[in-house]
């Protein structure tokens, strides 16, 4: 054999390892972006959670206004004065556009298949407005200690959710 007979071997040995390197090449190429895509998708669930978790917060920050003032209101009757009554208008009507808002991180939830736990927030929501409906300004017909068992229901129906919420969060964090 001559030196010109190994020529078509070495031709065609260089097309097949050029041939392997180059479907490596994308074999991890399309790997890579498919990695990315899942870390992306993480990321937009985190990002969004994290804005459920805020839009929760206001409310439960509100509500701890309202509630504290409803119960001032309990506590001094007609001699309740109007700069506080006035206050207590202004914070119900935060607390009502933040029900918006509430309604709005339930979506969320619910896009993201977290059914449970936007059971959990309607709960929640659905507490705090049965709270509005029982104390309100000039009822004297509830005790201090009543209002403080329907606050701590609320709280309850509060750490639950932010119970699952953490555990989701957290799956999400170490995956």
């Not at 839009?55 to 001699?79: C, M, P, Q, W």
Request: aromatic share 8%.
């Amino acid at each position: 054999m001559t030196a010109t007979d190994f020529w078509p071997l070495i031709d065609t040995s260089l097309k097949v390892a050029l041939g392997a390197l180059i479907a490596g090449l994308c074999l991890w190429l399309n790997n890579r972006r498919l990695n990315n895509t899942s870390h992306d998708r993480a990321g937009r669930r985190i990002d969004m959670l994290e804005a459920v978790s805020s839009d929760v917060g206001n409310v439960n920050h509100i509500f701890a206004k309202y509630s504290s003032l409803v119960i001032e209101s309990t506590r001094f009757g007609n001699r309740w004065p109007q700069a506080r009554k006035d206050e207590l208008v202004r914070v119900n009507t935060e607390l009502v556009a933040e029900f918006r808002k509430m309604a709005e991180a339930e979506a969320k939830l619910l896009m993201l298949g977290e059914k449970a736990l936007e059971k959990t927030l309607r709960l929640y929501g659905a507490k705090i407005a049965q709270f509005r409906k029982q104390v309100y300004v000039g009822r004297q017909d509830i005790s201090e200690q009543d209002i403080v068992k329907l606050k701590q229901e609320i709280f309850q129906l509060r750490e639950q959710f932010y119970d699952i919420l953490s555990r989701k969060y957290d799956r999400l964090l170490t995956a």
